[in-house]
């Protein structure tokens, strides 16, 4: 009981700093990181000798500092590139002049225009930004929040160009590729409840009626192409092209299947969509080729050819990657401060304790639980990488002990990772910024929790049964 209580102790001081101290989330982490390594020098000096532990912590930053930042600083620019041209207004006046329906445009904004930007820049993006364009055209704020909040759920797996998953390959020790598509087939049915949830939100079944067409052809338009690309292409693509997908497929059959305006939409659209090309490219080269590329660095050279396709100058470009850089600057010291600690709590034995603590309070039902595990994850950190960096390797131990397919647990915690962001402080405080609702946290917090105790509760029931099957 005391190693599990020691074990647990680093996470349990991070629920408190960020829930209860209202710490910001680079001290909460920083402080954890000190936590676990306090407790590794007195209490795992076997495990892991304390001349150990300064290389142990590098090796998590190393790992935080590329591929992780370096995506993540690469897609934020690429949409900064966006905004200093003014190509995100031409977007978000494209989008809005779709439809007069109201149910067509919230599937054409929330499950298409934020899947895409989940895919590309993720960190709550996929939230502020949909959000702010329907309470801009009319939409109820906590409404147009709320459906953000739950459309934004299975695509955080893949989300920011795929750094959730390939953290958690890295963590887990599952081939990526592998760990792609059984996301993808493990999140399936929820996923294809995605465009339903969404106007459910809106007003309740009464949205329902006469809107099947666009539902399925929302469904359909990000469905197919997320699930190609998620077995053919890895897991860098999938949000992208279904978001794509979604907004073509949607913009021809609601706009009268003309391309009036689209000439300028696709010079709007120009960085995004060399992101695509580049890492569409780079997916079929050869291992040889691979090796000598990161995804980071090809976003960031695709942003900035997309930056001087739409007359941004050069200089212009080098101080919106510094000023991004300077933005975010806390984002990717928490993302550091995380990877540093899972790797001390891992070679101290901790994460192990844990896993075995779980699997012996759970037994053979702890797959029906898994997706809790990374729910409590997301609800934490506010963030789906970090939940993989905290709980991947559990999930791998705890596949172990109970004979249980690594794969599917993995999954199962990146699935659940994105539903806790539905109710996680962080994701609530962004859309409340957005829709003009600071002070109404609670609010949406009341109005998104039966949605994710629903989703949550599908999701355990779907990865148990996978689990058991396979």
Same mark, same amino acid.
């Given at each position: 009981?005391?190693?599990? +209580?020691?074990?647990?102790? #680093?996470?349990? /001081?991070?629920?408190?700093?960020?829930?209860?101290? *209202?710490?910001?989330? /680079?001290?909460?982490?920083?402080?954890?990181?000190?936590?676990?390594?306090?407790?590794? +020098?007195?209490?795992?000096?076997?495990?892991?000798?304390?001349?150990?532990?300064?290389?142990?912590?590098?090796?998590?930053?190393?790992?935080?500092?590329?591929?992780?930042?370096?995506?993540?600083?690469?897609?934020?620019?690429?949409?900064?590139?966006?905004?200093?041209?003014?190509?995100?207004?031409?977007?978000?006046?494209?989008?809005?002049?779709?439809?007069?329906?109201?149910?067509?445009?919230?599937?054409?904004?929330?499950?298409?225009?934020?899947?895409?930007?989940?895919?590309?820049?993720?960190?709550? =993006?996929?939230?502020?930004?949909?959000?702010?364009?329907?309470?801009?055209?009319?939409?109820?704020?906590?409404?147009?929040?709320?459906?953000? &909040?739950?459309?934004?759920?299975?695509?955080?797996?893949?989300?920011?160009?795929?750094?959730?998953?390939? =953290?958690?390959?890295?963590?887990?020790?599952?081939?990526?590729?592998? +760990?792609?598509?059984?996301?993808?087939?493990?999140?399936?049915?929820?996923?294809?409840?995605?465009?339903? +949830?969404?106007?459910?939100? &809106?007003?309740?079944?009464?949205?329902? *009626?006469?809107?099947?067409?666009?539902?399925?052809?929302?469904?359909?338009?990000?469905?197919? #192409?997320?699930?190609?690309?998620?077995?053919?292409?890895?897991?860098?693509?999938?949000?992208?092209?279904? !978001?794509?997908?979604?907004?073509?497929?949607?913009?021809?059959?609601? *706009?009268?299947?003309?391309?009036?305006?689209? !000439?300028?939409?696709?010079?709007?659209?120009?960085?995004?969509?060399?992101?695509?090309?580049?890492? !569409?490219?780079?997916?079929?080269?050869?291992?040889?080729?691979?090796?000598?590329?990161?995804?980071?660095?090809?976003?960031?050279?695709?942003?900035?050819?997309?930056?001087?396709?739409?007359?941004?100058?050069?200089?212009?470009?080098?101080?919106?990657?510094?000023?991004?850089?300077?933005?975010?600057?806390?984002?990717?010291?928490?993302?550091?401060?995380?990877?540093?600690?899972?790797?001390?709590?891992?070679?101290? !034995?901790?994460?192990?304790?844990?896993?075995?603590?779980?699997?012996?309070? =759970?037994?053979?039902?702890?797959?029906?639980?898994?997706?809790?595990?990374?729910?409590?994850?997301?609800?934490? =950190?506010?963030?789906?990488?970090?939940?993989?960096?905290?709980?991947?390797? &559990?999930?791998?131990?705890?596949?172990?002990?109970?004979?249980?397919?690594?794969?599917?647990?993995?999954?199962?915690?990146?699935?659940?990772?994105?539903?806790?962001?539905?109710?996680?402080?962080?994701?609530?405080?962004?859309?409340?910024?957005?829709?003009?609702?600071?002070?109404?946290?609670?609010?949406?917090?009341?109005?998104?929790?039966?949605?994710?105790?629903?989703?949550?509760?599908?999701?355990?029931?779907?990865?148990?049964?996978?689990?058991?099957?396979?």
């Amino acid at each position: 009981m005391k190693d599990v +209580l020691l074990s647990v102790a #680093p996470i349990a /001081w991070l629920v408190v700093a960020l829930s209860v101290l *209202k710490l910001k989330a /680079w001290q909460a982490t920083a402080t954890a990181l000190a936590v676990a390594i306090a407790i590794a +020098l007195v209490f795992s000096r076997a495990a892991l000798p304390p001349s150990s532990i300064p290389s142990v912590a590098a090796e998590g930053v190393a790992f935080a500092l590329c591929p992780i930042c370096l995506v993540v600083l690469a897609a934020l620019f690429t949409y900064a590139v966006t905004v200093e041209s003014g190509a995100m207004e031409n977007i978000r006046r494209g989008l809005t002049e779709v439809s007069d329906d109201r149910r067509v445009l919230a599937l054409l904004v929330v499950w298409g225009f934020g899947n895409f930007m989940e895919g590309m820049a993720g960190f709550g =993006t996929a939230v502020a930004i949909p959000a702010a364009i329907l309470v801009g055209v009319g939409f109820d704020p906590v409404k147009a929040v709320v459906m953000c &909040l739950v459309a934004n759920t299975t695509p955080t797996a893949f989300g920011s160009v795929g750094v959730p998953l390939m =953290t958690l390959a890295k963590e887990s020790g599952v081939d990526v590729d592998t +760990l792609s598509w059984a996301t993808a087939l493990l999140q399936c049915a929820v996923t294809a409840a995605g465009p339903v +949830l969404v106007l459910l939100v &809106l007003d309740g079944r009464r949205a329902l *009626k006469g809107a099947w067409r666009a539902i399925v052809i929302a469904d359909v338009a990000f469905l197919v #192409p997320w699930l190609l690309a998620s077995r053919y292409s890895g897991c860098e693509l999938p949000d992208i092209v279904g !978001g794509l997908g979604v907004m073509v497929a949607l913009w021809l059959a609601f *706009k009268g299947g003309g391309f009036s305006g689209f !000439g300028g939409q696709l010079r709007a659209w120009a960085p995004f969509g060399l992101v695509v090309v580049v890492l !569409g490219v780079n997916s079929v080269m050869p291992p040889s080729v691979k090796a000598w590329t990161t995804p980071g660095a090809l976003i960031l050279a695709a942003g900035f050819v997309g930056g001087l396709a739409q007359h941004v100058s050069p200089r212009r470009l080098v101080a919106v990657l510094f000023e991004t850089l300077v933005r975010y600057w806390a984002a990717f010291a928490t993302i550091c401060f995380v990877l540093a600690m899972a790797r001390v709590m891992g070679s101290a !034995g901790m994460i192990s304790a844990m896993a075995s603590a779980l699997v012996s309070a =759970t037994g053979d039902a702890y797959p029906y639980a898994a997706t809790a595990v990374g729910a409590l994850g997301g609800f934490v =950190t506010g963030s789906g990488t970090s939940s993989c960096v905290l709980f991947g390797r &559990l999930q791998a131990d705890a596949a172990a002990a109970i004979s249980a397919s690594p794969v599917v647990l993995a999954a199962a915690n990146v699935m659940g990772a994105g539903i806790g962001k539905m109710i996680c402080p962080q994701s609530i405080a962004i859309g409340a910024a957005a829709a003009g609702l600071v002070g109404a946290e609670s609010r949406l917090f009341k109005a998104a929790l039966p949605w994710f105790a629903g989703v949550v509760a599908a999701a355990s029931v779907i990865a148990g049964l996978a689990a058991r099957l396979l």
